[in-house]
DNA sequence: CCCCATCTTAACTAACCGGTTATTTATTTC
DNA sequence: GAAATAAATAACCGGTTAGTTAAGATGGGG
């Protein structure tokens, strides 16, 4: 679980942690009810109450006061820092991709054999997904609205060519060993491993009716992800012919 | 294209079509602004109009009064023959459902090797996506719902079990031949095949911008296939070691 | 110590939305 | 052909929702 550094906090909360004792540590009045000053924290729940209703229920089914009432802030603070649900929408969107994309660098697959470095890629991507599944939530959300908003992001643009080149790598380096076949194209690859984690997750609840099995269950979890790791093996493995 | 024989009607109209030309064929007053009585017509409209709709913007996001102005009926009536929203819903989901197991089964995979079996369902699984991309929201919308309303319907819960049965009787002949390696579970399998396919092209808009490439040009869409046939070809290949 | 930008709150509103009521009109039944 | 039934319509309703107004609280800078 710690492995994949997932703390549940956003990047917002990260940075927080990591770069601001600075606000005077004995705030003068706790006194009484008075609620203290603290913009940063009031952003944070206010992304982090978001993150929750939208993954409950989509960008549509999202209620605003929701999101005001869990981050116990008042619903006009959500337009004072977010502008509008659906910049806010964009704000988590934007938090959640940063997220997976950190802990994705944190993997330090170079220093792994290319055959490790893709199973350890296969397992990431499954438990990333399994552990924060409102991630998968957000990104139906946003096909459903045909990526409006992520088209819109400049935050992330320079994210997403450094995010493919990681497969490419490991393809390159099984390629010239030997033990890779040649000619696999990277994103195909990167579709394919996203796939077989993705659907079986984030259709969770209808599979398990028409597969008439728990598919959330602990042994068939361990086992989808073996099957997983198994699929991708397969599909680049070098044909012994050569 | 016609080969999944989708004509985009509902199983009702499909129903409707071939066991009724009951209702007179010319009726008695076609005459000024007098709307026609055609209960079945009104009902088959709304169905289609409501695909639409929640095709277009998920349970949550859909209009009741927009499924009623496309469905050129009175609001009234949707209530009348469908009691509400969900329920509504839960129908369109039932016929879409229908719909692609009536696709399936007409595909006639026992008279193919099974080889060409497996090869023929990755392509209709693919092509039956490509062409009715609403099956794909219904299925995320019912997981968004956590399939609260799949698990209400009793029209579909014999389906299941024969659904899988044509995957496992390729698995069977497949090893029987020495073609297929033993072992390979029918569900895991059938849930990948739906994965490869499903991903990519539910997740059409995310992915062009974050694989900067327009996943639904031709070329792309032709390229993809081929990545989807090999990739299930390589994960039922028995091993050339026996 | 006080000004003033920023943070925070409660109350408000205009539009929307799922569902209903009351009524009329067409079709079937006997 | 009258009574009964089913189909269709328009107008309406109560509750909800995203977003706003206006005013007060707070605290850092001068």
């Not at 697959?109 to 055959?115: F, I």
């Amino acid at each position: 679980m710690a492995t994949t550094e997932n703390t549940g906090d956003s990047a917002l909360a990260r940075r927080r942690k990591a770069e601001k004792p600075k606000s005077s540590s004995t705030p003068r009045s706790a006194s009484k009810l008075a609620r203290q000053r603290d913009p940063d924290a009031t952003k944070g729940r206010i992304l982090e109450a978001a993150k929750r209703e939208f993954s409950r229920a989509g960008l549509g089914g999202a209620r605003v006061d929701s999101i005001a009432a869990r981050a116990k802030a008042n619903k006009r603070m959500i337009y004072h820092y977010f502008n509008s649900k659906e910049d806010l929408f964009t704000a988590v969107l934007e938090d959640s991709y940063l997220g997976i994309r950190a802990a994705e660098r944190s993997l330090a697959l170079d220093g792994l054999t290319p055959q490790d470095a893709l199973d350890a890629l296969v397992r990431f991507t499954w438990r990333y997904y399994l552990e924060n599944p409102e991630f998968l939530t957000f990104v139906n959300s946003e096909n459903l609205h045909k990526a409006r908003h992520l088209r819109k992001s400049k935050a992330l643009a320079q994210e997403y060519p450094r995010f493919i080149e990681i497969v490419q790598r490991i393809i390159d380096r099984g390629v010239a060993d030997g033990v890779f076949r040649p000619g696999i194209d990277a994103v195909q690859l990167n579709i394919t491993i996203a796939a077989i984690s993705y659907y079986y997750l984030t259709n969770r609840y209808t599979g398990s009716i028409v597969y008439d099995r728990d598919l959330m269950a602990k042994d068939r979890l361990e086992e989808r992800l073996e099957f997983n790791v198994e699929t991708i093996r397969r599909l680049v493995r070098a044909d012994p012919s050569a």
